[in-house]
């Protein structure tokens, strides 16, 4: 130890001595909290906290309520922006297949017209009978007239009710 020199004794003393004070004031550091008794404080004291703090407690609650709408908002935002994307997937697919069902009906047409009348109705009994009378609508009134003739009296008297529903005026537009 005689070959130390001070600066040297010091520093080795120094880590050990800066413990034994940090160890010593253990409070030091520590955050002082009031402590209440309820065994002691009389109904007025307890009254005039709750007084106190209920604008603190009402301001929280308002800023948690005010946060939670706010991640509501978000929430609402993402599923109309999803639901728009959806949309317009569902508006270019129906101009899609109207137009492809417009170019198809007059094809359609034009097939049934030059089909031979017996041969005509029994593939048309065959048909949703929607599409079979809107085809059966779209042909000489003549010709329809001889499919009609050739089917089932059954199925031609559906196909019938409907073409006669989609003349009548107070039949309502609306599908549903």
């Given at each position: 130890?005689?070959?130390?020199?001070?600066?040297?004794?010091?520093?080795r003393?120094?880590?050990?001595l800066?413990?034994?004070?940090?160890?010593?004031?253990?409070?030091?550091?520590?955050?002082?909290?009031?402590?209440?008794?309820?065994?002691?404080a009389?109904?007025?004291?307890?009254?005039e906290?709750?007084?106190?703090?209920?604008?603190a407690?009402?301001?929280?609650?308002?800023?948690?309520?005010?946060?939670?709408?706010?991640?509501?908002?978000k929430?609402?935002?993402?599923?109309?922006k999803?639901?728009?994307?959806?949309?317009?997937?569902?508006?270019?697919w129906?101009?899609?297949r109207?137009?492809?069902?417009?170019?198809?009906?007059?094809?359609l047409?034009?097939?049934?017209?030059?089909?031979?009348p017996?041969?005509?109705?029994?593939?048309?009994?065959?048909?949703?009978?929607?599409?079979a009378s809107?085809?059966?609508?779209?042909?000489p009134?003549r010709?329809?007239?001889t499919?009609?003739?050739?089917?089932?009296?059954?199925?031609?008297?559906?196909?019938?009710?409907?073409?006669?529903?989609a003349?009548?005026?107070?039949?309502?537009?609306?599908?549903?």
């Amino acid at each position: 130890m005689t070959n130390m020199t001070l600066p040297t004794v010091a520093r080795r003393l120094v880590l050990p001595l800066a413990g034994f004070v940090m160890m010593a004031i253990p409070g030091a550091f520590a955050e002082e909290r009031p402590v209440i008794t309820t065994t002691n404080a009389s109904a007025d004291e307890i009254r005039e906290f709750c007084t106190n703090i209920a604008d603190a407690a009402r301001d929280q609650r308002y800023l948690l309520q005010k946060q939670e709408l706010e991640n509501l908002q978000k929430d609402v935002d993402e599923r109309i922006k999803t639901l728009e994307a959806r949309r317009a997937e569902y508006e270019d697919w129906l101009t899609r297949r109207n137009a492809f069902l417009k170019q198809a009906e007059g094809g359609l047409v034009e097939i049934y017209r030059k089909m031979k009348p017996d041969a005509a109705a029994a593939q048309l009994a065959e048909l949703n009978p929607e599409i079979a009378s809107a085809i059966v609508m779209k042909l000489p009134p003549r010709q329809s007239s001889t499919i009609l003739g050739e089917m089932p009296a059954a199925k031609a008297a559906l196909l019938t009710r409907i073409i006669a529903a989609a003349g009548d005026a107070n039949t309502s537009k609306d599908p549903s």
